[in-house]
């Protein structure tokens, strides 16, 4: 399968998921489903290490964990369903998903801890990590974002959903936290901007990281869209919280086929 084809497979599913679990988020989901169709090719689990910072978006992780041959079917479709482990955040239930997510900028210092523990123990692969924007407005993040560059911690990535929306309206209005480049910059990482819905743009990238051999940490900011994929959920926050109702299940799927 193409790039695309997993993105607009994994967007299908994931729609299922939330839909008969009438849980939420669907607009996160989607805005960084394209970053996670090439990370999760790209990466290999047997000795690189995936965080979801922002666990919110824990229905995608479990669609590539079974993509992955790494959980069944019938555990992916028990999202969110009475007495399911696989909750719709993520959680350390598995060994693919070494830590929790979903609260605001803890995801990136237990991955700064994993990055140290592979360098010390001088483990081959990386440790990546996909963190929401809104988390570049969380202390904890720029802690990190200095422990990482002072240990020369080059073998951990972060990717930034940058659909520029939080909980509760647009991220420039609430807090604004850019210029992003700048500021990673300046903590002494190696910063790049990307469109996070270009599959060749994501693959160049993430490429050359992997064959990057300097000793900074590094970045990639991904400008998306919340709601990518659906047209009228396109940057409406609407599709942070809202759950999906019939109607809107069989627009959003017509829209997807």
Not at 8 to 15: G, I, Q, T
Not at 93 to 122: E, R, W, Y
Request: some cysteine.
């Amino acid at each position: 399968m193409t790039y695309k084809e997993i993105a607009l497979d994994s967007r299908k599913r994931v729609l299922d998921l939330v839909y008969k679990a009438q849980t939420s988020h669907i607009g996160s989901l989607f805005s960084c489903a394209d970053i996670m169709a090439v990370l999760f090719e790209k990466i290999d689990l047997n000795k690189d290490v995936f965080v979801l910072s922002a666990g919110w978006k824990a229905a995608l992780l479990y669609y590539h964990l079974w993509r992955k041959g790494r959980i069944t079917e019938e555990e992916l479709n028990s999202y969110c369903q009475p007495g399911s482990k696989w909750i719709g955040l993520a959680e350390p239930i598995h060994p693919d998903i070494p830590l929790a997510g979903g609260s605001m900028g803890l995801g990136l210092p237990g991955a700064v801890g994993l990055a140290l523990a592979k360098k010390l123990k001088k483990e081959d692969g990386n440790v990546y990590v996909l963190m929401s924007d809104g988390e570049m407005q969380i202390g904890t993040t720029w802690e990190s974002a200095l422990i990482g560059s002072h240990h020369n911690l080059n073998n951990l990535v972060v990717f930034i959903d940058n659909n520029k929306l939080q909980a509760m309206g647009e991220i420039n209005k609430i807090l604004d936290i850019e210029s992003l480049l700048n500021k990673w910059n300046a903590f002494g990482w190696r910063t790049q901007r990307v469109d996070g819905h270009s599959y060749g743009n994501l693959e160049t990238i993430l490429s050359d990281i992997q064959e990057y051999q300097e000793t900074k940490p590094k970045i990639v900011i991904c400008n998306t869209i919340k709601g990518k994929g659906v047209p009228k959920w396109e940057g409406d926050n609407l599709w942070h919280y809202a759950q999906i109702k019939e109607d809107d299940y069989k627009y959003a799927l017509s829209c997807l086929n």
